[in-house]
């Protein structure tokens, strides 16, 4: 993405990093806010959406100008200040952050997946949740996935990272499902098949 917006936007922060704190809100309005591949993901859970990936490259230059301290700071506080977009740029960024700010990472993700928002929920099972974040609490999140609606597609490291607990968890909420007379997700289905 070479939008003149974003190329000034990242000379910015790049040269004085606390100018982020102006420029991740304006993003979605100064590049647009439409899903990457409209064709196959409309909603952009999966691949994201233009201003998701622009606060990426802003969170990566934010990376290159801070020391870790500070950075794992500022980005908890985009974050935390952050409307529902903003919070979902943080969470697709978060695997340009450095590794002293893991933990940040993971207390963010554990905020996202408490809340209801598809959007929210897909964008903490990126990257970052796929390499960093325990096997525990990764189970829930997919088993969060399949409760909110949130396509498997959109969860980092899915395959890999499937195991024989997370297999038992989906198939008793499969049965659940069936025993109240509703719906099993088609999502669920294909995983268990699989597997």
Request: net charge negative; charged share 30%; glycine share 6%.
């Amino acid at each position: 993405m070479d939008h003149p917006w974003l190329v000034d936007a990242e000379a910015k922060v790049r040269a004085k990093p606390e100018t982020i704190r102006a420029i991740f809100p304006a993003v979605g309005r100064k590049v647009g806010r439409d899903p990457l591949r409209p064709e196959i993901d409309p909603q952009g859970l999966i691949h994201g959406t233009v201003d998701d990936l622009a606060r990426t490259r802003l969170l990566e230059v934010l990376a290159e100008a801070m020391q870790p301290e500070p950075l794992a700071t500022e980005v908890a506080e985009l974050y935390r200040y952050g409307d529902d977009a903003e919070r979902r740029g943080v969470l697709r960024g978060l695997s340009a952050l450095p590794e002293s700010a893991i933990q940040t990472g993971l207390d963010l993700v554990a905020d996202a997946l408490r809340a209801n928002d598809i959007r929210l929920v897909a964008a903490a099972l990126g990257s970052f949740a796929g390499k960093n974040l325990d096997q525990h609490a990764w189970r829930h999140g997919v088993l969060k996935c399949l409760f909110v609606g949130v396509p498997l597609a959109a969860v980092a490291d899915l395959e890999r990272r499937t195991d024989a607990e997370l297999l038992r968890m989906v198939s008793d909420y499969a049965d659940e499902r069936r025993a109240a007379g509703r719906e099993v997700p088609a999502d669920a289905q294909r995983l268990l098949e699989v597997s």
